[in-house]
């Protein structure tokens, strides 16, 4: 499960590899975020109504409603972050939003953590020329917009989530639930936001361990945010 993940991708290196027109940004002078938690503002990358691609925000993970068990009155929704790939098409929760609203969510590295008390995080990013750089990527995600009686006044009712699967051998050892976000490759993000439900599945699998890398690990740092200056 993914719980937390960096985008310190400027926002023209997003719009060149997201092939998206500067007049369809509308992220403004956005910050770099190097942590992304649920819940949290990050950006993503959709068809607007005209089928064009915008980089637009979103809170991360769909909400349903909750109840407290002591006193059976509504308390603050739960946010899913994670769409398993096995329930795309089975569970209501994901099953409109993969046929209709599928998104690509900007990414230089995500976190996984190993064990309790105390826990190791390990930051895994992609390979490139630069051992220094994180190349910016995409999770496969999916997106809508949630009902306005569920958010805050001043929220966003767009929301995003990531599509996982099972794990490669670089994450599978750390993760206990050998699971992974589903990372596509440049190849497919026309396919992932405007192909068939078909064409968008056959794109749902592990990305290749040897083009992977751990960037960071170590007890307690989940702080340091795999993408901070000092993160090796």
Known sequence: MCNLYANIATTEAMRRLFQVSADLDRLGNAEPRPAIFPKGLAPVVRLNAE???????????????????KTGKPIKPA??????????????????????????????SFNETKGRQPATDYWFALTGEDPDERPPFAFAGLWRAENREMIEDDETDLRHTVVTTEANELIRPI??????????????????????????????RSFPADRMRIVLHGVGEKKDCGDSPRAG
């Open 79 to 108: 946010a899913w972050n994670n769409a398993r790939d096995d329930k795309l098409r089975k569970s209501g929760l994901w099953r409109g939003s993969f046929e209709d609203r599928r998104c690509l969510v900007p990414v230089t």
């Open 51 to 69: 089928g064009k691609r915008e980089l637009i925000e979103m809170r991360w993970g769909f909400l349903t409603p909750q109840v407290s068990k």
């Open 175 to 204: 993760h206990a639930k050998g699971r992974m976000p589903v990372i596509l490759e440049p190849t497919g993000y026309e396919t992932w936001l405007t192909g068939s439900s078909d064409e968008a599945a056959a794109l749902v």
